[in-house]
């Protein structure tokens, strides 16, 4: 396995980043960059170009000898929905908005059971 594998797979896991991601993000088969990541298959210049690019890095980021990942900061909810890179102000406001979206879609359902169950209370008599 090669240093620019071992890098980025440490930073994967640092930042709890899905192979799935990085395979959407760069067009790369989730197969073939499997076999890349685990270092069955051997990385093309291109792929690390690809696969830098989908981390916001150039390649000779993950190319260091003494390559470390500095530890992720704890994130606030609204963070979560853009956690590969930096939220700009207009992507925390969508996340807020999603945040409340979900909020009421839960209080929905669970008023929804309510009324379920007290409908079907008064149909058996209770």
Same mark, same amino acid.
């Given at each position: 396995?090669?240093?620019?594998? $071992?890098?980025?797979?440490a930073y994967l896991a640092e930042t709890k980043i899905k192979q799935t991601y990085i395979s959407? #993000?760069? /067009? ?12 069955? &298959? ?6 690390? @170009?690809?696969i830098a690019g989908a981390l916001g890095e150039k390649a000779e980021f993950f190319l260091s000898?003494?390559?470390?990942? @500095? +530890?992720? *900061?704890?994130?606030? *909810? ?5 956690? /590969?890179?930096?939220?700009? +102000? $207009? &992507? $925390? #406001? =969508?996340? @807020?908005?999603? &945040?409340?979206?979900? @909020?009421? =879609? ?13 409908? $079907? /209370? ?5």
């Amino acid at each position: 396995m090669t240093k620019y594998v $071992e890098n980025v797979n440490a930073y994967l896991a640092e930042t709890k980043i899905k192979q799935t991601y990085i395979s959407l #993000r760069t /067009g790369i088969d989730t197969k073939k960059l499997s076999r890349i990541l685990t270092g069955v &298959q051997d990385i093309s210049a291109t792929d690390m @170009e690809r696969i830098a690019g989908a981390l916001g890095e150039k390649a000779e980021f993950f190319l260091s000898d003494d390559f470390c990942v @500095e +530890p992720m *900061p704890d994130f606030e *909810p609204e963070r979560i929905f853009f956690y /590969g890179e930096e939220p700009t +102000p $207009e &992507q $925390e #406001r =969508i996340a @807020e908005k999603m &945040q409340e979206l979900l @909020e009421n =879609i839960d209080e929905v359902m669970s008023a929804k059971l309510l009324f379920l169950h007290l409908a $079907e /209370g008064v149909m058996n008599g209770y």
